[in-house]
């Protein structure tokens, strides 16, 4: 899944974008998936759970990948 996330503040805590984005069915899910190192930004594994992600910043893992753009 290749996915464009469209930001409309300064930042998204990882674990929220995650869920919405339906990599996961929940905030909870999401931070498992997070903390058994199997999500990563801009190419580094990150174990933070709301690790703040901004525009520009590309979050991946196992079957997904996640562009985040400014909103306009």
């Given at each position: 899944m290749r996915e464009t996330f469209e930001l409309r503040?300064?930042?998204?805590?990882?674990?929220?974008?995650?869920?919405?984005?339906?990599v996961t069915e929940s905030?909870?899910?999401?931070?498992h998936l997070i903390a058994e190192g199997n999500v990563l930004v801009d190419g580094d594994v990150e174990l933070r759970k709301a690790c703040k992600i901004r525009a520009?910043?590309?979050?991946?893992?196992d079957g997904f990948e996640i562009r985040v753009i400014a909103s306009p």
């Open positions: 503040g300064d930042y998204i805590p990882l674990c929220d974008l995650l869920k919405f984005c339906f905030g909870g899910a999401a931070k520009g910043q590309v979050v991946s893992g």
